[in-house]
C-alpha cells in the first residue's frame, strides 16, 4: 500500500501548501505517522499534535520521529480527539481512513464537528476513507480489484474472508455523495474530491464560518 499512500501524501502536502511556515497540524488517528514523517520532511517549522488511541501503534511513531529528527515538533496524544485538553487552534487537521470505521452517521457527523471545532476560521481539513455504492455493479468490480491488491500483498485466504466480512459489518463504506454530505454536516464547506486510488478516496475542505 505504499505507493498510494505516498501518493496521497503527495497531494496533501500540494492542498496544505499555502500554510504559513509555522502552522499547526492536528492528525486524528495517524497510527504510526507516515503522513506526519512526510509533511514534516516537507515543512521543516510545522508542529503536529498526534492523537491516536493506540498506544503501541504510537511508541512505533514515537520511535519513527526520534529516527527522523522531528520529535521535538511533535506532540503525542493517547487517546480520542474528545479527551485531548482544550488548547491553541489548528491550522489543518488530517484524518486518514478513521471516520469510515465510525458505523453510526450521527457519530460520524460528531467526529467532523469535533475536528471542525479545533480549527482556526477557514482551517483547512484532508480526510480519506474507503468509499463507493456497494449496490453498483462498478463499484463492486472495483472492490473486487481492491481485494485482488490485498491478496498480491500476501494476506492469506482466510485473512481475505475476514477482510470481506469486515467491510459489510465493521466498515461504513459509503457512497461517495454521502461521505461528502457527512463532511459537510460536520461542519465544513464544499468538500472537494481531490485523490482515489482503488478504494480509498479522500478529500479537502475549508471549515464553515460557524461549525455547530
Request: hydrophobic residues 45%; contains cysteine.
Given at each position: 500500500m505504499a505507493p498510494l499512500?505516498?501518493?496521497?501524501?503527495?497531494?496533501?502536502?500540494?492542498?496544505?501548501?499555502?500554510?504559513?511556515?509555522?502552522?499547526?497540524?492536528?492528525?486524528?488517528?495517524?497510527?504510526?505517522?507516515a503522513e506526519i514523517v512526510q509533511l514534516a520532511q516537507k515543512f521543516p517549522g510545522w508542529r503536529f499534535t498526534a492523537v491516536e488511541p493506540s498506544t503501541l501503534m504510537l511508541d512505533v511513531f514515537r520511535s519513527k520521529a526520534e529516527e527522523h529528527g522531528i520529535l521535538s515538533r511533535c506532540r503525542l496524544h493517547a487517546g480520542y480527539l474528545d479527551s485531548l485538553p482544550p488548547g491553541e487552534s489548528f491550522d489543518a487537521a488530517t484524518a486518514f481512513l478513521v471516520s469510515q470505521f465510525i458505523l453510526d452517521r450521527e457519530h460520524r457527523m460528531a467526529f467532523f464537528r469535533g475536528i471542525a471545532q479545533r480549527l482556526r476560521p477557514s482551517g483547512l481539513l484532508i480526510s480519506s476513507d474507503l468509499a463507493g455504492d456497494l449496490r453498483m455493479a462498478d463499484v463492486q468490480n472495483l472492490l473486487g480489484v481492491w481485494f485482488k491488491?490485498?491478496?498480491?500483498?500476501?494476506?492469506?485466504?482466510?485473512?481475505?474472508?475476514?477482510m470481506r466480512e469486515a467491510y459489510s459489518r465493521d466498515v461504513a463504506v459509503l457512497p461517495v455523495r454521502d461521505v461528502h454530505d457527512v463532511i459537510t454536516q460536520g461542519g465544513f464547506e464544499s468538500p472537494v474530491l481531490f485523490f482515489q486510488a482503488g478504494m480509498i478516496h479522500a478529500w479537502y475542505a475549508k471549515r464553515s464560518s460557524n461549525p455547530a
Amino acid at each position: 500500500m505504499a505507493p498510494l499512500n505516498g501518493a496521497l501524501h503527495l497531494l496533501t502536502a500540494a492542498v496544505l501548501g499555502e500554510l504559513a511556515p509555522t502552522a499547526n497540524i492536528l492528525c486524528v488517528g495517524p497510527g504510526t505517522g507516515a503522513e506526519i514523517v512526510q509533511l514534516a520532511q516537507k515543512f521543516p517549522g510545522w508542529r503536529f499534535t498526534a492523537v491516536e488511541p493506540s498506544t503501541l501503534m504510537l511508541d512505533v511513531f514515537r520511535s519513527k520521529a526520534e529516527e527522523h529528527g522531528i520529535l521535538s515538533r511533535c506532540r503525542l496524544h493517547a487517546g480520542y480527539l474528545d479527551s485531548l485538553p482544550p488548547g491553541e487552534s489548528f491550522d489543518a487537521a488530517t484524518a486518514f481512513l478513521v471516520s469510515q470505521f465510525i458505523l453510526d452517521r450521527e457519530h460520524r457527523m460528531a467526529f467532523f464537528r469535533g475536528i471542525a471545532q479545533r480549527l482556526r476560521p477557514s482551517g483547512l481539513l484532508i480526510s480519506s476513507d474507503l468509499a463507493g455504492d456497494l449496490r453498483m455493479a462498478d463499484v463492486q468490480n472495483l472492490l473486487g480489484v481492491w481485494f485482488k491488491l490485498m491478496n498480491q500483498g500476501g494476506i492469506s485466504p482466510d485473512g481475505m474472508q475476514r477482510m470481506r466480512e469486515a467491510y459489510s459489518r465493521d466498515v461504513a463504506v459509503l457512497p461517495v455523495r454521502d461521505v461528502h454530505d457527512v463532511i459537510t454536516q460536520g461542519g465544513f464547506e464544499s468538500p472537494v474530491l481531490f485523490f482515489q486510488a482503488g478504494m480509498i478516496h479522500a478529500w479537502y475542505a475549508k471549515r464553515s464560518s460557524n461549525p455547530a
